[in-house]
């Protein structure tokens, strides 16, 4: 907005629009905001007194000296953490640029800043750390293992999740045949996901490197803020998988900037990123790139490098095609899926039917995936995950209530349980594994692949494994159990266990590295 008109006015740029901080906040001047007030005009008239006292000593004899300017920005820090604390006023995580567009570079960059500073764990010390690592070091370094390196096709499929059960609607033909035949053949379960409706990356991130959001600041999203992923040793299975001869690959037939991906993937150990720049004939759904058309770009590229490498091969593929938000007319001419919902509104009908076709032509281009590598013979495994459910109809949990999905009176835990599920598959060619897994966190994901498929993973995901045993995931406020159940809080062995997931995690991420053995050696190493 304030690119596209250079004379937008200065107080704009500077506090952004003033309803971005009113708008539906009760604005009371309490004892807070009057003192922060008070403070804010003090040490400004402190600052117009010192110059003009001392006006003949400094440099400068008109305007502002550059130490007038240094204090006055000190007031406004002041102001921001007394007042404007007050009104919420809070980073987005999501999307900064935004966030300096609707609150102006002044506020956008203090509202930022603070998940730029690593926050400090209590209990964290080397002791304690070294403590932990003895737990995988010395015995579990004798064991032996076959030589795998199959090649690995990870896909995360936007806004992928089993519509097919909400109860009460009946769709015009089934969506999921290729999921329902590998979910009765294959490895499958569900994740619990940090986010719902968006935030694609935050489950990319934890799926790649297998640390949580729950122990991230709120408003973060890791792609932007998380100082780690602006590093060229920043943990992921592909930085694993590169150091054990692996070549890697990413694509997104979307955008290159999204997320800052293009920032973070060579950072994480990818070789090569392919983005929207780089798809040439496309096949469109929805305004965005076909899932069949990244399923092609998927087996073109695993026969460019067979022709030029020996190698084993790493793909991670981020679709589009179902991105939010969701109407029937999306489709144009397309004929969409009809969906029969007597107890949903118009508009949820019609996101429904605009997202189920979506997800029809996603679920037939993983079917056509399998088939062509069932007929390679080089050892692929292929696994899928949804990143997010989605948002349809006029509020937030229409649909979910509307249907019986959810009770009317549900709770917070309730409702995260009942909106972050997507569905998990993992096939390979030549394996013939059939195992439920239940649900867990997304960070669990490629650790229980791994260990299911005798895969020589980094002891990191030992380390993930052994929580998952006793606690199979934590997130939301939802703590689920091992008994397939969940509640709104973890018993004490789970937080005791949490507490060394969250020690690991912080060491790693912004403490001293001392268990950054964990990530780069297997179990197998000597």
């Known amino acids: 907005m304030y690119r596209e008109n250079p004379f937008f006015p200065l107080d704009v740029v500077l ?155 009946e769709f015009e033909k089934e969506i999921f045949s290729n999921l329902k035949v590998l979910r009765e053949n294959a490895v ?69 900037e999204n997320y ?44 460019t490098h067979k022709s030029k490498s020996d190698d084993p091969f790493f793909q991670f593929a981020v679709s589009v095609q179902n991105h939010p938000d969701y109407a029937r007319e999306r489709w144009g001419n397309n004929e969409t899926i009809s969906v029969i919902a007597p107890a949903l509104s118009k508009e949820a009908i019609s996101g429904l039917e605009d997202l189920a076709t979506g997800l029809y032509y996603s679920d037939q281009s993983l079917g056509r995936l399998i088939e062509y590598f069932s007929n390679i013979e080089d050892p692929t495994i292929i696994i899928m995950f949804g990143d997010h459910m989605s948002k349809l109809g006029n509020t937030v949990d229409e649909i979910y209530v509307d249907s019986g999905w959810l009770d009317s009176n549900y709770s917070n835990c309730d409702f995260s349980y009942a909106t972050h599920r997507t569905p998990f598959i993992a096939w390979s060619n030549y394996k013939d594994i059939r195992e439920e897994c239940g649900i867990f966190i997304s960070s669990f994901l490629l650790p229980t692949i791994f260990e299911i498929y005798d895969l020589r993973g980094p002891i990191w995901f030992d380390f993930l494994n052994d929580i998952k045993e006793i606690c199979p995931g934590y997130s939301l406020n939802v703590a689920l159990h091992n008994d397939a159940e969940y509640s709104c809080r973890q018993t004490e062995l789970e937080i005791e266990t949490y507490d060394k997931y969250e ?24």
Not at 225 to 254: C, E, N, R, V
Not at 274 to 294: A, G, P, Q, V, Y
Request: net charge negative; with cysteine.
């Open 188 to 256: 499958s379960g569900e994740l619990l996901t940090s986010v719902y409706g968006g935030g694609t990356s935050v489950t990319e991130f934890e799926v790649l490197t297998g640390f949580s959001k729950q122990f991230l600041p709120i408003e973060m999203t890791p792609y932007y803020q998380l100082q780690d992923l602006s590093k060229p040793s920043a943990f992921s299975i592909a930085q694993y998988l590169k150091h054990y001869g692996y070549d890697t690959q990413a694509i997104h037939p979307f955008l290159k």
């Open 503 to 526: 020690l690991m995690q912080y060491d790693f991420l912004y403490g001293e590295k001392i268990g950054q053995e964990l990530f780069l050696k297997n179990r197998y190493e000597k």
């Open 260 to 303: 800052n991906r293009n920032v973070v993937y060579p950072n994480m150990g990818f070789d090569s990123f392919i983005s929207s720049d780089d798809f040439r004939k496309t096949e469109s759904l929805r305004s965005f790139i076909s899932d069949n058309t990244m399923v092609d770009r998927i087996i073109s590229e695993y026969n």
């Open 15 to 169: 506090f952004g629009e003033v309803r971005s901080i009113a708008d539906g906040l009760e604005l009371q001047l309490d004892s807070g905001m009057i003192k922060a007030i008070i403070i804010f005009v003090g040490i400004s008239i402190i600052v117009f007194l010192i110059d003009w006292k001392f006006e003949k000593f400094l440099p400068i004899k008109k305007g502002w000296s550059k130490c007038s300017i240094i204090k006055v920005g000190c007031s406004i820090s002041v102001f921001y953490i007394f007042f404007f604390s007050k009104f919420s006023v809070t980073s987005s995580g999501f999307d900064p640029i935004n966030d300096y567009e609707q609150k102006g570079v002044l506020v956008g960059f203090l509202s930022n800043i603070k998940t730029l500073i690593p926050p400090k764990m209590d209990g964290y010390s080397a002791e304690r750390i070294e403590e932990i690592i003895k737990e995988y070091q010395g015995e579990r370094l004798k064991f032996s293992a076959i030589e795998s390196r199959p090649n690995i096709i990870l896909i995360m499929s936007e806004s992928f999740w089993d519509i097919e059960e909400i109860p009460g609607i």
